[in-house]
């Protein structure tokens, strides 16, 4: 998906790849760190609540990128996984 429909070439695909492998083990050692300091209720409720934040971002994101490229289209059939008109 990274190259073909965001046009990243093999270098580009590598480097968020690796961002990407990076974000996981931190996270995971973070996760790691924090059993037994902090409750696991706290840990999920934050998590959660991250995903939830970055998920309205990205969507957010992606509507006003839809609606400045594509006047007047629908949207819902691109979120689907529609024709891509780009």
């Known amino acids: 998906m990274l190259q073909k ?3 990243l070439d093999a270098g580009q695909y590598t ?3 690796g961002v990407n492998s990076l974000g996981i083990v931190a996270m995971s050692s973070l996760a790691t760190a924090l059993v037994g300091k902090v ?3 706290t840990i999920v409720n ?3 609540s991250a995903l ?3 998920s309205v ?3 957010g994101s992606f509507l006003i990128d839809f609606a400045v490229a594509h ?5 819902l059939p691109h979120l689907l996984g529609g024709p891509d008109l780009r």
């Open 5 to 7: 429909i965001l046009g």
């Open 52 to 54: 939830l934040v970055v």
């Open 39 to 41: 409750a696991q209720r």
């Open 57 to 59: 971002l990205l969507t």
């Open 15 to 17: 480097l968020a790849f």
């Open 46 to 48: 934050v998590g959660v």
């Open 71 to 75: 006047p007047g289209s629908a949207v």
